[in-house]
Every structure is written in structure tokens, then in C-alpha cells.
């Protein structure tokens, strides 16, 4: 079917500070909702208005609040969904096709990540099953069209954390990697250990970064991922007044020693769960183990997204909305 996204803004993390967005989509989710769904079927007796709040109950999320953990520090919420029953009843009886017409309005945590106190991300929220696939890259760009071109035949998105010096050294290569729609970040410049920059290094260190990318691809990160994951306390302030975010991860693949590929596959199978970041780089094992990660990802009900998903809330799935046939009274 096609699909329709009707939004009222272009981002979760600009709506939030004004409204919901309607979403209205012609894709149909399937799972326990749709389920439900059926077998409610049997039952054509409730009238259009009793049978939509029935779809509420049924296939509604309600949102996740962000919060602090001990263990994981920040990790982001989630945004929930809520049915519009006026809406979805107009709709329903405007269209021809005899179907209910579902009406979505997207619903922040009242909670959000950016009220908490500037914190690492380790992880996204557990209560999604979703992953983020990172690939910080400094070097490896012969290994990068590979890997562009699995991301591209599994219709995921990744998230690229790219050093500065790499960027100067490679810009069609990175405005490649946006225009394929992935999220961009920074990895600082030349791989330094953040923790051993005085203070105006590692100033230069992220804002020179983000003037580089900016200049290739229009728009500066709000993501930086350290070098190494070596970062303390400045680097995560730094970013927070600049409205960025620290990553690290949650899988290492550890692919940068090159190993072979099943030991790659094999990592990400031990660490695939709801929520977690895993990280990779542009190597030769990489290259051959990512189309049996994404097929793993994918049999295994995964949904994908990028860090830029995670840290603005927004959900990887969304409820049906259209359901067949409209109930009859």
C-alpha cells in the first residue's frame, strides 16, 4: 500500500516544545494489534465510534519517560501514540474504500532527554525493539560503498561518526553517506584521547569538528561520539551547552582488530536486545559480516534507526491505520 505521513512538524524534538503531529500512514503494522483486530471482527456490532476507541485500547503506546540510570546513565524515552477518534471517524467517513481510516497523533514523555542533567548515552530505551547501528570512521573509506550499499538493499539507516581530518580528506565520500539519508556525527579530529586535550583543545576539538561537516553537508552535528570512547565530565558538558549529545555504545564489535566475520556476527547476536547502540568501523570483516547482521536484525524482529531517532524520541514502528471492513450498527 502506499504510505501517507501527514506531519504537523518535522521532528519529534521540535514538536514537542508546541504540539502532537498527526500521522497518518498507509502501512499496515500487523502483530498483536492486528491481531485484536481480527478478532474483533466476528463481532461487527459496535457501532464506528465505539469500534475506534476499541482500536485505541488495542494498538495505542503511551509514551516512555527519559531517565538516569545508574549503570547507563541518560537513556532517552520514547514517544507513545495516541488514536484520534474525531479525526479517524472523519476520515473513515469521507473515504470510499469501506475501511477505517486510523488517525495517529504522536504523544512526547512528559519527561524528555533534554531535561535531564548533560549525561553520556550508552542505549536507547528497552521498552522498543530497535536498534542503532553507529560506524565511526576515521579511516576505511575503500570499505564505506560496501557497506552504503548493504545499508541501501536492507532499507536501513545508519548513524556515521566522522572524524574532521577524514572529512577534509574525503568530502564527496561524506556527502555520499548524508545524501543516502544516514545521520551524520562527529569524532572529533585526528583520533586524540579527549581526556588528555586541555580545555581549549577539546573546545577545538568539537566545534572545529562541526564546522568541517558543517561546511560539507549544510548542517553541523548534534551528536559526537569520543575517540576510543575515551571522554570525562568536560567533554559531556561541552556538548550539552551546545545542544549535542555524547554517544558511546552499547555492542562493541571490536572489528577494528579485523577479525573474521562470523566472530563480528557473532558479537552482535550476543548483544541484539531493545535499545542497544552497536557500534562498528569501515573494515574488510565488517564489510562481510553486515548483510548477515542486517538479515539477522531483520529475522529477529528487529527495527533499525538512527542515534538521531534515539536521542529525539522517535519511535521506529507505528500502529496500522487502515483496518477492514468499517463495522456495521
Not at 576515521?138 to 545508519?158: H, Q, T
Request: charge should be positive; aromatic fraction near 6%; proline fraction near 8%.
Amino acid at each position: 500500500m502506499k504510505r501517507v505521513l501527514i506531519w504537523a512538524a518535522s521532528a519529534c524534538a521540535v514538536l514537542f516544545g508546541t504540539a502532537e503531529f498527526v500521522h497518518a500512514t498507509h502501512r499496515h503494522a500487523g502483530g498483536q494489534a492486528g491481531q485484536a483486530h481480527a478478532q474483533r471482527q466476528t463481532l461487527p456490532t459496535k457501532s464506528l465510534t465505539e469500534q475506534l476507541q476499541d482500536d485505541h485500547r488495542d494498538m495505542g503506546v503511551p509514551p516512555v519517560d527519559a531517565r538516569t540510570d545508574r549503570v547507563w546513565h541518560a537513556i532517552p524515552g520514547l514517544c507513545g501514540w495516541r488514536l484520534d477518534v474525531a479525526e479517524s471517524e472523519r476520515a473513515t467517513r469521507m473515504a470510499t474504500d469501506g475501511k477505517r481510516h486510523l488517525v495517529w497523533r504522536l504523544v512526547p514523555p512528559r519527561v524528555r532527554l533534554s531535561m535531564l542533567p548533560a549525561d553520556p548515552i550508552y542505549r536507547g530505551p528497552e521498552t522498543e525493539k530497535s536498534v542503532a547501528l553507529m560506524v565511526n570512521v576515521s579511516w576505511g573509506e575503500e570499505y564505506i560503498p560496501a557497506m552504503l550499499s548493504a545499508f541501501k538493499r536492507a532499507n536501513v539507516k545508519a548513524t556515521f561518526f566522522i572524524d574532521g581530518k577524514w572529512a577534509s580528506a574525503h568530502p564527496d565520500l561524506l556527502r555520499k553517506i548524508a545524501a543516502d539519508g544516514h545521520a551524520i556525527g562527529s569524532h572529533g579530529s585526528g583520533h586524540p584521547d579527549f581526556r588528555k586535550l586541555s580545555a581549549a583543545a577539546l573546545a577545538r576539538q568539537v566545534d572545529g569538528t562541526n564546522d568541517v561537516i558543517a561546511r560539507m553537508i549544510g548542517r553541523r552535528p548534534r551528536l559526537i561520539a569520543p575517540p576510543a570512547g575515551s571522554y570525562d565530565d568536560r567533554l559531556v558538558n561541552m556538548a550539552h551547552e551546545r545542544g549535542m549529545y555524547t554517544i558511546l555504545w552499547t555492542v562493541d564489535t571490536v572489528d577494528w582488530r579485523r577479525p573474521p566475520a562470523q566472530m563480528i556476527v557473532d558479537r552482535v547476536k550476543r548483544g541484539m536486545a531493545p535499545g542497544a547502540l552497536i557500534l562498528m568501523h569501515p573494515t574488510q570483516s565488517t564489510v562481510e559480516a553486515l548483510p548477515q547482521i542486517l538479515h539477522m536484525l531483520s529475522v529477529a524482529g528487529f527495527h533499525t534507526k538512527t542515534v538521531e531517532d534515539v536521542v529525539d524520541e522517535r519511535p521506529a514502528m507505528m500502529p496500522p491505520s487502515i483496518l477492514s471492513p468499517v463495522p456495521t450498527v
